[in-house]
């Protein structure tokens, strides 16, 4: 059962290019809207491994057979290897296959066969089909990857499949018939779609695994097999004829002489990606024209297959293969291998194939409309053409394959392009404003340090100018904890007061209630409750008398209080000047209401007086 998917995206490797979108024939990988990465469909996919090749960052990889094939060799059974004849392109670097084949040996293997025999016995078995016509054209289904794309995208072909099982399972089952039912059996060949289409068969046609060339590489490396420690081998019997050119498109028409003539014909063979999906297609819908079969390979012929190494040279393998070809012709017995051809032409080599309907239902007009407009290509003549760079043949299949969620809008590039542009002059808009708000910035700190520096010095000159008043001045808070205070302050308090600013300068903290009497902090805590100010009050103080105004500096939260020694010589003058003005304010006001008020103005004259003198006597009696 198939646990694994035969490929998987790496996301921490993918750099969202794309490649693999644009090249995948049936658009199997979904683009996340989200994320924006791919991932490949596994139901969707035909195991093509075009996305493998084409990824340059390598963050696509294929499900690996080494660890299974390597436990089948440990396992003590009987093993076969069964190599594909495109080896003999894939192994440029090996001197003679003899070399080659013994290698193989070197890893385990008890049989090493070559499945050109398998080729011969399937050809004649083609031959047979076109032969004998009955109005039915067929595919050949030798390419896996083309079986899976009829069955999974055109399924209502799937009765002109031929119904041929592959050289690979023809092989595997010419194995079990002469070594026996027990033996296990591992494909080595170029195409990755084996590994899929080894799962589909059990009994006498049975893969129990599939190697790439680039696995087998993998296990040479690994076992430090090298060609130049070793002897000659040859491969077990039966051997092929002209099966061997099996991986030339064309060579498996060659191998049993089908007739491919232009004129006199009866099979078109193409190869490649792109033709097999235009092959495809026309066969599907002009057949009564063309009136002929179709061999198709998927990739240039197994020579290319995405399991070969990379950066292989078609036509150099191709002239490795049909030298190689040549090299065994001229030493082959064509009747011993007529005798295994006949010993095996009883095997059942017919299959039969499954529909596996892919194909996503087509949104309708007014969707795919609303897409277009989406990415700016609404009524835009050339939807049907479009740049292709998004892997879609046109915008308009870009619009429905965004509509069936296997697509983004990103993958545009005209419109992600347009965004990229409004996203770059946004930007620079934005810099440049950046740019002005930085100097703006800039200009508003060093005015800010300006300011700063100002009000620092301007707080230093009014700490001065605070420290050296004559009269006391003190702020407190909300909770009657004293803020600031000047010296005069402390030096009306007295010694408490003079002890504790040695401790904490300016009494800074200090609890007023701890240095003034009930009846003075308590005209504080009226200010702090009803901010309204206390004006020139006088209040007795020990032996002092002080004239006090308390008055709100924050509601509720700071409150000053200016302290005056009405007993010093400077406040005493100014007390006499101020209140002399107060007399002389009120009682010019009196003099213009005499009539009524007379009495009650010299009342307040006379008592206003009796202040003043009263206030220069009080020092006299004191001394």
């Known amino acids: 059962m198939l646990t694994d998917p035969l490929f998987q995206v790496s996301h921490e490797t993918c750099i969202k290019c794309y490649s693999c979108v644009r090249i995948c024939p049936v658009k199997a990988i979904r683009v996340d809207v989200i994320s924006e990465l791919p991932s490949i469909v596994t139901e969707r996919c035909i195991g093509c491994g075009s996305c493998f090749r084409a990824c340059a960052p390598h963050a696509i990889s294929f499900r690996s057979s080494i660890d299974e094939t390597k436990s089948l060799l440990s396992s003590g059974g009987k093993i076969a290897a069964i190599c594909d004849p495109t080896i003999s392109g894939e192994f440029h670097d090996i001197t003679d296959y003899r070399k080659f084949v013994e290698m193989i040996r070197q890893l385990g293997f008890t049989y090493v066969g070559e499945a050109s025999f398998g080729v011969d016995l399937v050809a004649l078995k083609y031959k047979e089909l076109f032969e004998n016509f009955k109005g039915r054209y067929h595919f050949t289904a030798n390419c896996p990857s083309v079986v899976a794309y009829i069955e999974k995208y055109y399924p209502e072909l799937i009765t002109n499949l031929a119904p041929i099982v592959s050289p690979m399972v023809a092989t595997a089952m010419v194995i079990r018939q002469k070594y026996g039912r027990d033996v296990k059996v591992v494909f080595i060949g170029p195409c990755i779609s084996t590994k899929d289409e080894a799962l589909k068969f059990e009994g006498d046609a049975k893969i129990d695994s599939v190697l790439t060339f680039v696995e087998l590489r993998q296990l040479f490396h690994e076992f430090n097999i090298r060609e ?165 043949t046109n915008c308009r299949d870009l619009a429905i394959a965004i509509s069936q969620g296997l697509a983004t809008t990103e993958m545009c590039h005209v419109f992600s392009g347009h965004n990229r542009q409004e996203y770059i002059q946004t930007l620079r808009t934005a810099n440049e404003n950046l740019a002005s708000t930085k100097a703006a910035l800039k200009e508003s700190e060093e005015q800010a340090k300006h300011e700063h520096e100002a009000q620092k ?167």
């Not at 991986?247 to 028409?253: D, E, K, T, V, Y």
């Not at 063979?269 to 998927?298: Q, W």
């Not at 409150?559 to 010093?568: F, K, P, Q």
């Not at 005493?572 to 009196?590: C, H, W």
Request: net charge negative.
């Open 457 to 623: 010095e301007s707080a230093e000159i009014i700490s001065t100018m605070l420290q050296n008043l004559l009269s006391g001045v003190v702020i407190v808070d909300e909770h009657l904890k004293i803020y600031q205070s000047n010296k005069a302050f402390i030096r009306i308090v007295g010694d408490e007061a003079a002890m504790i600013d040695e401790v904490i300068p300016g009494l800074v903290g200090a609890d007023l209630k701890s240095l003034l009497p009930v009846h003075f902090y308590k005209m504080f805590s009226y200010v702090l409750t009803s901010d309204e100010s206390i004006e020139n009050k006088d209040v007795q103080f020990g032996d002092v008398k002080l004239g006090v105004s308390i008055f709100p500096i924050r509601k509720h939260k700071y409150v000053g209080g200016i302290l005056r020694d009405m007993y010093v010589p400077e406040v005493r003058k100014e007390q006499i000047i101020t209140r002399l003005t107060e007399v002389i304010d009120e009682n010019f006001d009196m003099v213009q209401k005499i009539a009524y008020l007379l009495g009650e103005g010299a009342s307040k004259t006379e008592q206003m007086l009796n202040s003043v003198i009263n206030s220069y006597k009080e020092p006299a009696k004191n001394k």
């Open 228 to 392: 130049s420690q070793l002897e000659f081998s040859e491969f077990d019997a039966p051997l092929g004829h002209k099966g061997s050119l099996y991986p030339i498109s064309n060579g498996f028409l060659q191998a049993v002489d089908i007739n491919e003539n232009l004129l006199t014909g009866s099979v078109i063979t193409t190869e490649g990606r792109n033709n097999m999906v235009h092959a495809v297609k026309e066969f599907d819908s002009r057949i009564e024209h063309i009136r002929r079969n179709f061999n198709i390979f998927y990739d240039e012929g197994c020579l290319m297959g995405p399991g070969t190494s990379a950066g292989g040279e078609k036509f150099l393998r191709m002239t490795l293969v049909t030298d190689y070809a040549n090299k065994r012709l001229t030493t082959f017995d064509k009747e011993t291998w007529n005798n295994e051809i006949e010993a095996f032409s009883h095997l059942d080599l017919s299959r039969q194939f499954t529909p596996d309907d892919q194909r996503l239902p087509v949104p309708d007009n007014e969707k795919i409309e609303e897409v277009l407009k989406m990415i700016n290509r609404e009524g835009h003549v050339d939807n049907e053409i479009g740049c292709e760079s998004c892997g879609y």
